[in-house]
C-alpha cells in the first residue's frame, strides 16, 4: 500500500526551463510534506518542506505546492540547472492524530534529467 | 552538514553471516532512523529510535534488530544475512519536527 506516489520514474528537462515533480498521497492524515534530493553514493539531503496550513512554499529557485483537496503536491524548479540533476524523493509525515509524527513516509522518487 | 557518518559504506558478506551496521552522530539529534533504498520502493523505515535504549519498528523490520546504548550511536545488525538484504542502508538523525538528516548511506551486498 503505496501511501505517497511518485508517478514519474524519470522526467528530462533543458537547462533554464522549468522543472515540476509531482507527488501524490492518500492518507488523509499526512499534514506535513518535504522534499528531498539525492544525488548518487551519497545520503538524500533536505530541500524545501510545507506545512498543511499553508499552500505554497518558496525558498529560491524552489517552490513547493501543496492542493490538499486533491491530496497532490508539486515541486517546482526555476530556472532548472545542470546540477538539479537528481533524484528527487517527496515524503509526508502526519504531526497529529497519533500516527508517529517523527516517522516520514517516501515516495518511490523521481530522476529529474536536465538536458544543457 | 549534520554530523553523520556510517560505518561501513560497503560491506559484501555470505549468506547466514552476522552483519552490523553503524550509525555514528555529533549533533546530539534525540531522534535516530535506519532506512534501505531499494529501487522501484524508494525509501524505506527498519526501525528508529525516539532516545537512548527506545527503539521502535518500521514498515520492514523483519531480519533487523537494533540497539541504542548512547546518544550518538545506533546500530543495525542482520542476526543471519540473506540475499534480499543486499540494498543500500540510509542512517538519519532529527531533532525538529520531521526534517531528517541523513547519513552517506552503506553499500551491503549478501551473495
Known amino acids: 500500500d503505496q501511501q505517497v506516489k511518485q508517478n514519474s520514474p524519470s522526467l528530462s528537462v533543458q537547462e533554464g526551463r522549468i522543472s515540476i515533480l509531482n507527488c501524490d498521497y492518500t492518507?488523509?492524515?499526512?499534514?506535513?510534506f518535504l522534499w528531498y534530493k539525492k544525488y548518487p553514493a551519497e545520503g538524500p539531503t533536505f530541500l524545501i518542506s510545507i506545512s498543511s496550513i499553508k499552500d505554497k512554499n518558496e525558498d529560491g529557485r524552489f517552490t513547493v505546492f501543496l492542493n490538499k483537496s486533491a491530496k497532490h503536491l508539486s515541486l517546482h524548479i526555476v530556472p532548472s540547472q545542470p546540477g538539479d540533476s537528481a533524484v528527487y524523493f517527496c515524503a509526508a509525515s502526519a504531526l497529529k492524530g497519533g500516527f508517529g509524527n517523527e516517522k516520514l513516509t517516501f515516495g518511490t522518487g523521481t530522476r529529474l534529467t536536465i538536458i544543457p | 552538514d549534520a554530523g553523520i557518518t556510517q560505518s561501513p559504506r560497503h560491506k559484501v558478506t555470505e549468506t547466514g553471516t552476522p552483519v552490523t551496521l553503524r550509525c555514528h552522530q555529533t549533533?546530539?539529534?534525540?531522534?535516530m532512523y535506519w532506512y534501505r533504498q531499494d529501487p522501484g520502493h524508494g525509501l524505506r523505515l527498519i526501525h528508529y529510535?525516539?532516545?537512548?535504549?527506545?527503539?521502535d519498528k518500521g514498515e520492514v523490520s523483519d531480519g533487523y534488530s537494533v540497539s541504542r546504548s548512547k546518544t550518538e550511536d545506533f546500530l543495525l545488525t542482520l542476526e543471519s544475512a540473506t540475499s534480499s538484504q543486499t540494498s543500500v542502508y540510509f542512517c538519519a538523525i532529527s531533532e525538529r519536527w520531521n526534517t531528517q538528516y541523513f547519513g552517506p548511506g552503506t553499500r551491503l551486498t549478501v551473495l
Open positions: 549533533e546530539n539529534h534525540r531522534y
Open positions: 529510535s525516539y532516545g537512548v535504549k527506545d527503539t
Open positions: 492518507n488523509s492524515m499526512f499534514d506535513y
